[in-house]
């Protein structure tokens, strides 16, 4: 599956505009439940008025609420951006850690979150599952977990550790561009002949 879905998606990169970990950590918190192309038309502003962890956490609350409108949530997205921002000037030198103890310590920041900074800045281990990282896990009989940290730890043991950043991030494109939720494309798909849920979209687990 890394060896087709890698060729499939060769040069792959996180599709979150961001030139610093500061950056990519503020858009992934607002990327919740948004898109990644809403999220790239607000930060540039975003990032222009506040370009520092520290700028941010002096921000109005109001003012980021404004910035972030679009992404939806915007009040608990600004509460959250800026709690991050000001934990980080509190307890990390307005850096951003690279451990996920600490990430996960940050208002707004999960497993999920902390994993996608950790692998794309860090190029430390780290397997970010959202919506479809789950879906396309369980049709290709991976797991039958649905809590995303289950399957996370679920897959963690399938996959190396220098490899799991690259994965979520094969499985994340796949799963927008061949595999949605409804109508997989399993006809144009590289793992339909070695996928369970192929022709279904639904998955028929194999695995004792």
């Not at 879905?5 to 970990?21: F, I, K, M, N, P």
């Not at 310590?105 to 919506?131: A, E, H, Y």
């Not at 995303?148 to 996959?159: S, W, Y």
């Not at 190396?160 to 094969?170: K, T, V």
Request: some cysteine.
């Amino acid at each position: 599956m890394l060896e087709r879905l890698g060729q499939e998606y060769l040069g792959a990169e996180c599709e979150l505009l961001h030139d610093s970990a500061f950056q990519l950590l503020t858009a992934t918190i607002l990327s919740a439940q948004c898109t990644d192309v809403m999220v790239n038309s607000v930060t540039p502003a975003l990032f222009a008025r506040f370009p520092t962890a520290e700028d941010l956490a002096a921000a109005d609350p109001e003012e980021v609420e404004r910035l972030v409108h679009s992404t939806g949530f915007y009040r608990q997205k600004a509460k959250n951006i800026v709690g991050m921002a000001q934990d980080l000037v509190e307890h990390h030198a307005g850096e951003v850690p690279t451990e996920l103890a600490d990430l996960v310590k940050l208002p707004g920041v999960g497993r999920k979150t902390g994993n996608v900074v950790r692998s794309v800045v860090f190029k430390l281990p780290g397997l970010p599952v959202d919506t479809h990282v789950g879906r396309l896990a369980r049709r290709l009989d991976l797991t039958r977990e649905e809590d995303p940290v289950k399957v996370e730890l679920e897959l963690n043991r399938l996959i190396p550790p220098d490899l799991r950043g690259d994965f979520s991030l094969f499985l994340i494109l796949h799963g927008r561009r061949v595999c949605p939720s409804r109508k997989p494309r399993c006809a144009d798909c590289v793992l339909s002949d070695i996928c369970p849920a192929a022709g279904t979209g639904e998955p028929r687990f194999t695995r004792k």
